[in-house]
């Protein structure tokens, strides 16, 4: 029985390898892999490459063609069971004849959640789940979460200096951080469903927010800005290099009425979130994940960082330090600030040189 656990295990490695390679592609799906044994013997192996393409049970299906009958299937999550973007992979399993199906974890969409197992058991085939649970969800963390919690999972991506200024006295961030460490960034922008930055880093900045120094998919783009004051000549309100998407309050959409048609005109999405001047930041995620968003990688500036840390919807920091020292600009700032003993603790997760500068990974205590 160990060794029979041991080689389940082996094979369920090599699915989350495959896995792997759908990162930044096909978000805001999770990244599947699988792998066709028979007579110990791997005869197919796929995964998901793509959003809106075939899913990793078909692929290797595919490739291991009549050898799929009576084998065994490794997939790190559960097959689906209904008719989305592509035909239900559960099924397909069953057409193809297979024998045995491990599963590391039940998928978490209330459209699948159980149903695949069902399918699968009902035609007689055996399945085991549980095999690396623990690893196949820390690989999708950001799908389960939002899958869970209906909200999506925020992330932020913070540079500064190592006297912990964002920006400089005049409000400048551009750039703090060395070339190697921008890259990074970039990748990072390409592994989230969206990118969120408030109207100020707009306005100073004039970002474009797109993956351009790695390969990757471009985020959606989202402006959080409370006064509709966005600039309207901003890059970020190009919509022909990704969506955007403006939340102002509903004051100010109400204010401000015709420069939400002008830029609706454009392709602009612009929604107006709360009765007064405020924008509520849980209205705010709801809004974003009503609209498909499932993962959200905040990078500014200072004021929209302190927002999400002060009230605790945070589940990532990515902490760029570089070795400059400014003696002066702005930093992350509460207001009012927090006393020591009431201070946002982080778990530092992960360490990394970059470049000349270093990155730091954290969670939330």
Request: charged share 25%.
């Amino acid at each position: 029985m160990a060794l029979s656990t041991e080689i389940h295990k082996r094979y369920m490695e090599r699915c989350l390898e495959l896995a792997k390679r759908g990162s930044g592609t096909v978000h805001p799906n999770p990244m599947v892999g699988c792998v066709i044994v028979k007579n110990k013997r791997v005869v197919g192996e796929g995964y998901h490459a793509r959003y809106g393409g075939p899913h990793a049970e078909v692929n290797a299906l595919a490739r291991a063609g009549v050898k799929a009958r009576g084998a065994t299937v490794y997939v790190n999550l559960e097959p689906c069971a209904h008719y989305g973007k592509t035909p239900p992979c559960a099924e397909a399993l069953v057409s193809a004849g297979v024998h045995h199906v491990v599963i590391a974890t039940r998928d978490p969409n209330p459209l699948v959640n159980g149903k695949g197992l069902e399918v699968l058991r009902r035609a007689g085939v055996k399945v085991t789940v549980g095999v690396l649970e623990d690893e196949a969800r820390k690989l999708n963390e950001k799908f389960f979460f939002a899958m869970e919690r209906g909200l999506p999972y925020v992330a932020l991506k913070i540079a500064q200096t190592i006297d912990g200024m964002l920006v400089d006295a005049y409000g400048r961030s551009q750039w703090i951080t060395c070339e190697e460490a921008r890259r990074e960034a970039h990748r990072l922008r390409s592994i989230y469903d969206a990118i969120l930055v408030g109207a100020r880093t707009v306005a100073i900045d004039d970002p474009q927010l797109t993956v351009r120094l790695v390969y990757g998919r471009n985020p959606t783009r989202v402006i959080l800005d409370g006064g509709l004051s966005v600039p309207e000549k901003a890059k970020v309100l190009d919509i022909a290099s990704a969506r955007t998407i403006i939340i102002t309050s509903g004051k100010a959409l109400e204010v401000k009425r015709r420069k939400a048609l002008r830029l609706e005109r454009r392709g602009v999405e612009v929604y107006g979130v709360g009765a007064t001047k405020q924008v509520p930041l849980k209205s705010v995620l709801q809004l974003l994940g009503s609209l498909g968003v499932t993962s959200l990688l905040v990078e500014g500036g200072p004021a929209t960082h302190a927002l999400f840390l002060k009230e605790n919807y945070v589940q990532k920091v990515y902490c760029v330090i570089a070795p400059l020292v400014l003696g002066g600009g702005k930093g992350i700032q509460f207001h009012p600030p927090l006393p020591l003993a009431k201070s946002r603790k982080l778990l530092i997760t992960a360490v990394r040189q970059l470049g000349s500068d270093v990155l730091l990974e954290a969670s939330p205590m």
